[in-house]
């Protein structure tokens, strides 16, 4: 499985940005999609995931109500609406995919996945004040 991200860049804070993540085949059936990013100096944190065959979705307090992950069956593509963007979300941002093996009641809390094995290259978003 291959991932490339696009769609990040320079934005003022209130504003918006959408990333995209197109997968190299399909993955909504057997794999769970998250979205992480890592600022300067910072660890790597999750975002956002969906498991579309088990109907699960999360995010991360810090984007709750502002960030929408979506899938577009399509084009094997997975996209991160990102609105009223504020200067802590910059970061690089990366998509993932891992192989769903477990059950969701044998998943630890609020995750979509037991390991994510495929990483895209990450693309950057810079939220100015």
């Known amino acids: 499985v291959q991932l490339v991200e696009s769609g990040g860049g320079l934005v003022q804070a209130g504003g918006s940005l959408r990333l995209s993540c197109a997968a190299s085949?399909?993955?909504?059936?057997?794999?769970?999609i998250g979205w992480f990013r890592q600022a300067p100096g910072k660890e790597r944190e999750g975002v956002a995931c969906?498991?579309?065959?088990?109907?699960?979705?999360f995010y991360a307090d810090s984007v709750k109500g502002r960030f929408t992950i979506s899938n577009d069956y399509a084009t094997d593509t997975v996209y991160l609406q990102m609105n009223n963007l504020k200067p802590e979300d910059t970061a690089v941002y990366y998509c993932?995919?891992?192989?769903?093996?477990?059950?969701?009641?044998?998943?630890?809390?609020?995750?979509?996945?037991?390991?994510?094995?495929?990483w895209g290259q990450g693309t950057q978003v810079t939220v100015s004040s």
């Open positions: 993932a995919a891992g192989e769903v093996t477990v059950p969701p009641a044998l998943l630890p809390a609020n995750t979509c996945v037991e390991e994510y094995n495929y």
């Open positions: 969906s498991n579309s065959g088990d109907g699960l979705t």
């Open positions: 085949v399909s993955v909504f059936d057997d794999y769970a």
